[in-house]
T-cell receptor, first 113, second 114 residues
Framework: EAQVTQNPRYLITVTGKKLTVTCSQN?????MSWYRQDPGLGLRQIYY???????DKGDVPEGYKVSRKEKRNFPLILESPSPNQTSLYFC????????????FGPGTRLTVT | GEDVEQSLFLSVREGDSSVINCTYT??????LYWYKQEPGAGLQLLTY?????DMKQDQRLTVLLNKKDKHLSLRIADTQTGDSAIYFC??????????????FGKGTKLSVIP
């Protein structure tokens, strides 16, 4: 089944404790992206990747890192999480940049205390 | 400006038509999309329209695009309780270096009253 998976689905952590949210897609997509969703703000893009080893900042990259060592995986790294990073995070992928459909993962709800 | 604007809430009775509106500011947008997010789930693409089209119909869904006014709408005919969700309007525009960026509106929460 074609899908985007994220882990964990739910995470509660403390300020400053490094964490990684994994994202994997099985569709051989070139383009992958991370978004955060906050009430009243909609979805905002954090980082995106057009292919292996090619990443770039989205609209709200501060406090986040990403890597794209393999085509299928695009982990989101929070080196020192802060409470303002409490949010719902979505990973998405598409066949290539500009492709009309992005496939979204189920979301990761992160709480930083 | 690069904003995508949509109203936050819409309430309709089951069986009526729903119309969700969206305005965007970037005239260079290539594709415009409607995504649906059900409670506790990710976003699913509902439909899309290319910027040189003015209408697209897909079963109960009709998308209208007024490029002059930069206005996009989604009409759902015969709205059902299963249509209750948040609907996001999004635009795809070229952001340079072979890259396209998807910009989302804040989402319209559609509530269907039985």
């Amino acid at each position: 089944e074609a899908q985007v998976t994220q882990n964990p689905r739910y995470l509660i952590t403390v300020t400053g404790k490094k964490l990684t949210v994994t994202c994997s897609q099985n569709m051989n997509h070139e383009y992958m992206s991370w978004y955060r969703q906050d009430p009243g703000l909609g979805l905002r893009q954090i980082y995106y990747s057009m292919n292996v080893e090619v990443t770039d900042k989205g609209d709200v990259p501060e406090g986040y890192k990403v890597s794209r060592k393999e085509k299928r995986n695009f982990p989101l790294i929070l080196e020192s999480p802060s409470p303002n990073q409490t949010s719902l995070y979505f990973c998405a992928s598409s066949l290539f940049t500009g492709s009309y459909e992005q496939y979204f993962g189920p979301g990761t709800r992160l709480t930083v205390t | 400006g690069e904003d995508v604007e949509q109203s936050l809430f819409l309430s309709v009775r089951e069986g009526d038509s729903s119309v969700i509106n969206c305005t965007y500011t970037d005239s260079s947008s290539t594709y415009l999309y409607w995504y649906k997010q059900e409670p506790g789930a990710g976003l699913q693409l509902l439909t899309y329209i290319f910027s040189n089209m003015d209408m697209k119909q897909d079963q109960r869904l009709t998308v209208l695009l007024n490029k002059k006014d930069k206005h996009l709408s989604l009409r759902i005919a015969d709205t059902q309780t299963g249509d209750s969700a948040i609907y996001f309007c999004a635009e795809s525009r070229y952001s340079g270096a072979g890259s396209y960026q998807l910009t989302f509106g804040k989402g319209t929460k559609l509530s269907v009253i039985p």
